[in-house]
């Protein structure tokens, strides 16, 4: 079936360190990928998306590149913010439907 | 503000309970989504409808159901409340049928505690 795998949290970064954020997937056909983010007591927005092969999304410095042949979505960002301290989440659509499949989630902390 | 609507905000029930969740899409949507999100399980979905008939069934239990009115706001009802569907429930909204397919809106959602 189709999931999504994404790597453990807590992460804990100082502020301008580099993130990355692995995520991989399973699924049928050529999927839409995302990547969401939930700061705390909200709901989730919308970071960034790639729906095809080889498509970089890109959106508030946060990057991530849909390769197929790895099957990944590995989100990233050079330099990351107090305010960038969420949850982050990995999620992909298959052609079936409005279901979104996510991943459990990658909470980061950055500290001053 | 993300303009997707979720009352009320917090709901603290006894089990065996039936309590119901309110949604109201952003302006233009048709799509209403509902998940489930626990520390557990992560985020489910649960169901969707499309301008008012259901067009997805996930992992919705038989106690859960819900509709979308004429006037396109939904609602989720969670009977027979048991300890384990303590969760956030989200509600999100998209134009489209497809909506996963190009991302949508979420509400801020609802904590229900089953004590």
């Known amino acids: 079936g189709n999931s999504v795998t994404q790597m453990e949290g807590p992460v804990t970064l100082s502020e301008e360190a580099f993130l990355t954020i692995n995520c991989t997937y399973t699924?049928?056909?050529?999927?839409?990928l995302f990547w969401y983010v939930q700061y705390p007591g909200e709901g989730l927005q919308l970071l960034l998306k790639?729906?095809?092969?080889?498509d970089k999304g890109s959106n508030k410095g946060f990057e991530a590149t849909y390769r197929k042949e790895t099957t990944s979505f590995h989100l990233e960002k050079g330099s990351v913010q107090v305010s960038d301290s969420a949850v982050y989440f990995c999620?992909?659509?298959?052609?079936?439907?409005?279901?979104?499949?996510f991943g459990q989630g990658t909470e980061l902390s950055v500290k001053p | 503000d993300s303009g997707v609507t979720q009352t009320p905000k917090h709901l603290i029930t006894a089990t065996g309970q039936r309590v119901t969740l309110r949604c109201s899409p952003r302006?233009?949507?048709?799509?209403v989504y509902w998940y489930q999100q626990s520390l557990d399980q992560g985020l489910q979905f649960l169901i969707q409808y499309y301008n008012g008939e259901e067009r997805a069934k996930g992992n919705i239990l038989e106690r859960f159901s819900a509709q979308q009115f004429p006037d396109l706001h939904s609602e989720l009802n969670l009977s027979s409340l048991e300890l384990g569907d303590s969760a956030l429930y989200f509600c999100?909204?998209?134009?489209?049928?497809?909506?996963?397919?190009?991302?949508?809106?979420f509400g801020s959602g609802t904590r229900l505690t089953v004590v």
């Open positions: 790639a729906t095809k092969a080889d």
């Open positions: 699924a049928t056909g050529y999927p839409s």
């Open positions: 999100a909204s998209s134009v489209g049928v497809e909506g996963a397919s190009y991302g949508y809106t």
């Open positions: 302006s233009g949507d048709l799509s």
């Open positions: 999620a992909l659509a298959t052609n079936q439907g409005g279901k979104l499949i």
